[in-house]
Structures are given as structure tokens and as C-alpha cells.
């Protein structure tokens, strides 16, 4: 049972280049999300997918995109990557059997530059 | 003010000790509190679990809820070096689309 699954583990991008980081569970969850977390700065919320079919800006959304490929994938995209995005990114997610209890990926290590 | 507020530490012990990790919250519709775990370079991994006040025991790690205070503990007993990581804290109420709210994290050390 692999939980969330996230790739790519590290990035290093240029300003300005574009990439999707990708996340996959397997625990048949309704609710995904995805966060950065920075030193002193603690998580915080992106964006997140209630459900299948729906996606919602969270609390720092600016610079990021999102889909919901199916209930299983939720990818997030850097359109334009910028220095300030050099974070590490977790996707996680959350089902009824669960509670309000969430699954975390591993991350992904990105720096721009 | 943040909504959840934690002490980021760090608070270095010596092995066997008794820690005592704190949250304080503003929101009183908060019900579903939590902790998590997080060990250095992987993602937090969901540690306990309550619902409304009181306690609840796993093993060595108790939490605790004090809805009239607004705050949490998490306790660990006769603590080890393998306990040595950052502890989050979480909460949400009923019907916030599953959203939890987060402390900033608090790095524990635990000296052998």
C-alpha cells in the first residue's frame, strides 16, 4: 500500500521555466491538497480538491495551478517559476474513513534559480 | 494573531524525559485536533487524533484537549532519541471542506 505518492523527489528549475509535480493516492480519498512548507513559515495550503471535480484556491495560491485528473491524481503546475517558489512541496490527502486526519507524500525538493 | 499558535522551539531533553509539547488555538469551533510528526527531510505523518475534550493514550504519547482553555498538549513519556523530530499541530471544525489549520511546529531534540 504505497499511500501518496509524489514525484519528482528534487528540482532544480531557471526562472521562468515551467514544470507540474505530480501526486497519486491510493487509499481512494475524496480530498487532496496540496502545501509548501518554508523555515519559520510552518504549511501552508496552496490549493486544494474537496472532491473529485472540484479544485479551490487556499491560502497562497498566486504563481500555481492545479488539476484534478481523476480522484486518484491532483498535480499542481508552475506556470513561471519564480526564486520565491524554492520550497519544499507536500501533497496530502484525506478520507471519510480517516477522519479529518491526513496522508502526506514524501515532498518534493524544488529551487529555483 | 494566527488562529493556532506553537512555540517553534527547539527544546533539546535528555533521554527518558518527559516533554510536554503545547497549542494554543483561538477558534472554539475547533473539534478535531491533531498531531503529527515529522522527521527531518520526509512528510509529517499523522501521530494522534482526538475529538472534542479529554485525553487519549498511545503508548508512550498522550494528548490532551482543554476545550474551555483552547489548548493542547501532547505528552511523551521516557523519551527517546528516535523521538527527535518537529511536532505539528492541527485542528479544524466539522464542515470546513476538511481544511485543517496548522501550529508552526515544534523541534524536539532528544539527547542519548
Known amino acids: 500500500n504505497a499511500g501518496v505518492t509524489q514525484t519528482p523527489k528534487f528540482q532544480v528549475l531557471k526562472t521562468g521555466q515551467s514544470m507540474t509535480l505530480q501526486c497519486a493516492q491510493d487509499?481512494?480519498?475524496?480530498?487532496m491538497y496540496w502545501y509548501r512548507q518554508d523555515p519559520g513559515m510552518g504549511l501552508r495550503l496552496i490549493y486544494y480538491?474537496?472532491?473529485?471535480?472540484?479544485?479551490d484556491k487556499g491560502e497562497v495560491p498566486n504563481g500555481y495551478n492545479v488539476s484534478r485528473l481523476n480522484k486518484r491524481e491532483f498535480s499542481l503546475r508552475l506556470e513561471s517559476a519564480a526564486p520565491s517558489q524554492t520550497s519544499v512541496y507536500f501533497c496530502?490527502?484525506?478520507?471519510?474513513?480517516?477522519?479529518?486526519?491526513?496522508?502526506f507524500g514524501s515532498g518534493t525538493r524544488l529551487t529555483v534559480v | 494573531q494566527k488562529e493556532v499558535e506553537q512555540d517553534p522551539g527547539p527544546l533539546s531533553v535528555p533521554e527518558g524525559a518527559i516533554v510536554s509539547l503545547n497549542c494554543t488555538y483561538s477558534?472554539?469551533?475547533?473539534?478535531?485536533f491533531m498531531w503529527y510528526r515529522q522527521y527531518s527531510r520526509k512528510g509529517p505523518e499523522l501521530l494522534m487524533y482526538?475529538?472534542s475534550s479529554g485525553n487519549k493514550e498511545d503508548g508512550r504519547f498522550t494528548a490532551q484537549v482543554d476545550k474551555s482553555s483552547k489548548y493542547i498538549s501532547l505528552f511523551i513519556r521516557d523519551s527517546q532519541p528516535s523521538d527527535s523530530a518537529t511536532y505539528l499541530c492541527?485542528?479544524?471544525?466539522?464542515?470546513?471542506?476538511?481544511?485543517?489549520?496548522w501550529g508552526l511546529g515544534t523541534s524536539l531534540g532528544v539527547n542519548p
Open positions: 496530502a490527502s484525506s478520507g471519510q474513513e480517516g477522519g479529518y486526519g491526513y496522508t
Open positions: 487509499m481512494n480519498h475524496n480530498s
Open positions: 480538491s474537496a472532491s473529485e471535480g472540484t479544485t
Open positions: 477558534n472554539s469551533a475547533f473539534q478535531y
Open positions: 482526538t475529538y
Open positions: 492541527a485542528m479544524t471544525n466539522a464542515g470546513n471542506n476538511r481544511k485543517l489549520i
